[in-house]
Structure formats: structure tokens, C-alpha cells
Nanobody, 124 residues
């Protein structure tokens, strides 16, 4: 069992930066692939980024490539999402997710555990 708690969301101006964190609990967390998704009002949940258990492989959605960076610190049981050059269209609730897998999922249906989400609002 893995429990996930996101933090770090807030209000930021366009062009600014935020770093989201996802604190994980569970003995086997370090063997889990992790991902970030987001959901804007009236829209479907969207893949943002994912990372392998070791941190050696990362994947990004097209809309965030070159601006966002996913990373993890297994010693601290924490997943991160560094978001730079934020745009108003990045406004959404951001969720972290986990799956006990060597393969890194990029679709939400493949993830087993989810956090409650943190709101990110980017003003123009």
C-alpha cells in the first residue's frame, strides 16, 4: 500500500516557477514508477510526466516538454515536479500517482495509487 500527499501548489504569474512535491509512504515505494497528471476544469485528466523507480528514465507530455522536470529522492520518499515558464493553460489540479512496476506508465488507467491533488493557478 502506498499513500501519496501532494504539496507546493499555489498562485503564480505567467512566466514564473513552482515546485510540486509528493510525499510517499510505504515500504516498497522505492520500487514504484511515479507520475504526475493534471486536470483543468471541464477537461479530462492529462499526463504531465513520469519517472522510473530509479529515476533513470523520464517521460513528458508534449505540452510541458522543455519547461517541466520530474525527479525523485528515494531517500526522502519524495517525488518532485519543477515547473518553469508557467503559462495560464498550465492551470489545473496536479496529481501524483504510483504503480509498482518496472515499466513506466504514461496513462492514468495504469496507475494504482493517487494523491488528493494540489491546485496550481497561473495568472496572465
Amino acid at each position: 500500500q502506498v499513500q501519496l500527499v501532494e504539496s507546493g501548489g499555489g498562485l503564480v504569474q505567467a512566466g514564473g516557477s513552482l515546485r510540486l512535491s509528493c510525499a510517499a509512504s510505504g515500504r516498497t515505494w522505492r520500487s514504484y514508477a511515479m507520475g504526475w497528471f493534471r486536470q483543468a476544469p471541464g477537461k479530462e485528466r492529462e499526463f504531465v510526466a513520469a519517472i522510473s523507480w530509479s529515476g533513470g528514465s523520464t517521460y513528458y507530455g508534449d505540452s510541458v516538454k522543455g519547461r517541466f522536470t520530474i525527479s525523485r529522492d528515494n531517500a526522502k520518499n519524495t517525488l518532485y515536479l519543477q515547473m518553469n515558464s508557467l503559462k495560464p493553460e498550465d492551470t489545473a489540479v496536479y496529481y501524483c500517482a504510483a504503480r509498482g512496476s518496472i515499466v513506466v506508465p504514461v496513462t492514468q488507467d495504469e496507475y494504482s495509487y493517487w494523491g488528493q491533488g494540489t491546485q496550481v493557478t497561473v495568472s496572465s
